[in-house]
């Protein structure tokens, strides 16, 4: 199984809202993926998931295509600002890169679909959009922080 099928069964596992998916490709071959909704990933060749031993490293993660924020928690306190949550596990980046400036600040008005962060998880970095317009009024988590699953990231007073 080649790396770019691993990475399309993740992704539309992650925008499906399916709990758990496995591929077997063969039973001889013993290529075996499993994911679930629970976090555990299972495969049952390593070789799979390796890139050659010949091949270069490449100096700088490829940015992946955008990702929607993870469904928002209902705001308990109802002070009417939407929360933007991650949709993965990762490490969380205000600018594409330390030197840029940051994708949005608190007071930013942004606009649905525009990028807003990055969160790099297993070395690819995927832009974050806005799933509202707005206006920024909370940044939750700051530059090179660990973020969870559907943990706050931003919070957002909609236009």
């Keep these: 199984m080649k790396e770019a099928n691993i990475r399309?069964?993740?992704?539309?596992?992650?925008e499906s809202g399916v709990e758990e998916l496995e591929y077997q490709e063969s039973f001889w071959r013993g290529i075996r993926l499993?994911?679930?909704?629970?976090?555990?990933?299972?495969?049952?060749?390593?070789?799979?998931?390796?890139?050659?031993?010949?091949?270069p490293a490449p100096a700088a993660p490829a940015p992946?295509?955008?990702?929607?924020a993870a469904p928002a928690a209902a705001d308990a306190v109802g002070d009417g600002l939407h929360a933007v949550t991650s949709p993965m596990v990762g490490t969380f980046y205000r600018s594409p890169s330390p030197e840029?400036?940051?994708?949005?600040?608190?007071?930013?008005?942004?606009?649905?679909d525009q990028?807003?962060?990055?969160?790099?998880?297993?070395?690819?970095?995927?832009?974050i959009e806005a799933d509202v317009d707005g206006e920024i009024?909370?940044?939750?988590?700051?530059?090179?922080?660990?973020?969870?699953?559907?943990?706050?990231?931003?919070?957002?007073?909609?236009?």
Excluded: H
């Design 64 to 68: 992946a295509p955008p990702v929607a």
């Design 8 to 14: 399309k069964l993740i992704e539309i596992f992650q």
């Design 100 to 112: 840029a400036e940051s994708f949005v600040n608190v007071g930013d008005m942004v606009k649905s």
């Design 34 to 55: 499993r994911l679930s909704r629970s976090r555990r990933v299972e495969a049952g060749s390593a070789v799979a998931l390796q890139a050659p031993l010949a091949a």
């Design 115 to 127: 990028t807003i962060c990055i969160i790099e998880a297993m070395k690819i970095m995927n832009e």
């Design 137 to 159: 009024v909370e940044a939750d988590v700051e530059t090179g922080s660990p973020v969870e699953y559907g943990q706050p990231l931003f919070r957002i007073r909609p236009a």
